[in-house]
Each structure stands twice: as C-alpha cells, then as structure tokens.
C-alpha cells in the first residue's frame, strides 16, 4: 500500500474510530472525487479494512433504491444487494472486502452507496467487539459542537436538520445528515461522519453530549420538557439498523436498539424543540 500507483487509487475516510481504505482498480478520477466527497474526513491511519472496488456499467432500466437495508442475499462471506446493484464478499477478520458495484452508485446515488458504508462501520463494530452491546450507533441528525459541548437535533427528512446546521455555522457543526452518538467512560459524546447531506463544511471532532432535541416545526420557537414514551419511537425511526454487510434484515434486534436508545435517553436530557427557521432557537437553548 505504499506505492505511488497505490496511494493514486486509495481513498482511506474515518468512520467513527475505523479507517475504511478505498481502493478504486478505476481511473484516478473517481479516487479524487471520492476524496473530494469525503473531504475533512481523509485519514492517514492503517486502515482497519481494506475494500476493493470494482466498477461496472449501469444497465438501463435497473432501478435504483432509496435503501439498501432490504433486498440482500448472503451466503457465506458473500452478499449481494438488490440482484447485483453491490455484490461482493468481506472477510472483516483480515481486513478484505472485495465488491463490484453498479458505476451510477458513486456518481448522482453517492448517498445510497453510504448506507453500504454504514453497515461496513457496524460490521467492524461487531468485529471488535464481539457479543458486548454496541458502544455506538449511527443517528440520522443534526449535531454542532458549541464551547465544548454536543447538541443534536433528531427528527424525520424535512424536519428542519439542515436548517439547523445552516444556522449553526458560526459553531462547530459536525453534520446535518448522520451522527454517531457513543459512550465511553459513562459519558455519551456525539462526534462527526463523513457522510453527507446539504451541509458540507463539516467539522471532524466530538463533543461531550450535552442534549438531544426533537425537532417540531411550529409557528414560535421553544423548548419542552417530554416523558421518554413521547420520544423514544422517533429515536428508534431515526437510529440506523444495527446491520452489518453479513446482516440480513430478519436478525436485526430491536431489542438491542430499543436498549441503546433508552441508555441514552436515560442519561442525556432531551427536549422537544418548537422550532421556527431563525437562529431564536439556540438562545431558547442557552
């Protein structure tokens, strides 16, 4: 991996504590772009996986998908998703993933392609940590960093993340699109992804997690104290499913979710924030 024709076709991004290598057997365009696309998030480290790709040409009237959390077949070391679209095989104990994807993936459908990448993160989750609880899980929100300290503002597509985060900007925003919420030393902190949504000038850093705020849009801006049962469904719809790349959707545990969101709803206050489209909100929060 030291080569100069190596490192031309190598894209290692940070995913939470995993560097993910990306190595494109394609023209250097796409490397540069995926740098370009990943940009803040570049890593120098030893790559904790390694995943080969290679590009195949999009047919024509094959669909694409807004998930790829259904419509997987495994068997063995090998998966393939939506009949062809990404297929492949992993060996996370070596460090090797080898995939041909459809080229339409890695240009306008880059976000679909994320959610391959959500799943390799979880897969290294479960890799390193065996059969302990995760210490951490995707989150689809906002999050900024202010004087030290997290905020994340949760809720549906539409809901007002971006805004958030465009209005945030004098902060340290990390996301508008996915968060990954963790827990170390019995602390939760929430910390940057590379994975994007309208805002681009994110922030790869973390930051003690100090509140979690329901968004609502309303005609006034404030914040309400809630009870966990009027919160905890809309964590539970907005937390990425705890499946890894070997993970078909029928072994997904809502258990394990249900007990993870509770974990931290249970140690991080959490608010509804009645949101209007100004920067009013973050003087209700101070």
């Not at 995926?34 to 790559?47: L, Q």
């Not at 004087?147 to 902060?171: C, E, H, M, N």
Request: proline share 3%.
């Amino acid at each position: 991996m030291s080569s100069i024709n190596t490192i031309n076709k190598e894209c290692r991004i940070q995913i939470g504590e995993f560097c993910c290598a990306l190595c494109f057997n394609a023209e250097a365009d796409y490397v540069r772009s995926a740098k370009d696309y990943f940009d803040n998030f570049i890593s120098e480290k030893e790559p904790d996986i390694e995943v080969t790709i290679n590009l195949i040409p999009h047919k024509q009237g094959v669909p694409i998908p807004s998930s790829l959390f259904i419509n997987k077949t495994i068997d063995g070391n090998s998966f393939d998703f939506h009949n062809g679209l990404i297929r492949g095989m992993i060996d996370a104990n070596n460090k090797k993933c080898s995939i041909e994807i459809d080229f339409v993936l890695l240009g306008g459908s880059a976000r679909i392609f994320e959610q391959f990448l959500y799943q390799l993160y979880y897969t290294l989750i479960a890799e390193k940590y065996k059969y302990q609880k995760p210490v951490s899980y995707l989150l689809h929100s906002s999050s900024v960093v202010r004087d030290g300290q997290g905020y994340v503002f949760v809720g549906p597509s539409g809901s007002g993340k971006s805004t958030i985060a465009g209005l945030s900007s004098s902060f340290s925003v990390l996301n508008d699109e996915m968060s990954l919420i963790s827990q170390e030393n019995g602390e939760f902190k929430v910390q940057a992804t590379p994975f994007n949504g309208y805002f681009r000038q994110k922030i790869n850093m973390n930051g003690l997690l100090k509140g979690i705020y329901f968004i609502k849009q309303a005609k006034s801006t404030y914040i309400e104290k809630v009870s966990m049962k009027d919160c905890i469904a809309t964590m539970l719809n907005e937390m990425v499913p705890f499946m890894g790349i070997l993970t078909a959707e029928q072994d997904i545990s809502s258990s394990v979710m249900i007990e993870c969101a509770l974990d931290t709803l249970s140690q991080v206050p959490f608010y509804e924030l009645h949101f209007l489209p100004d920067e009013s909100f973050w003087k209700c929060i101070e």
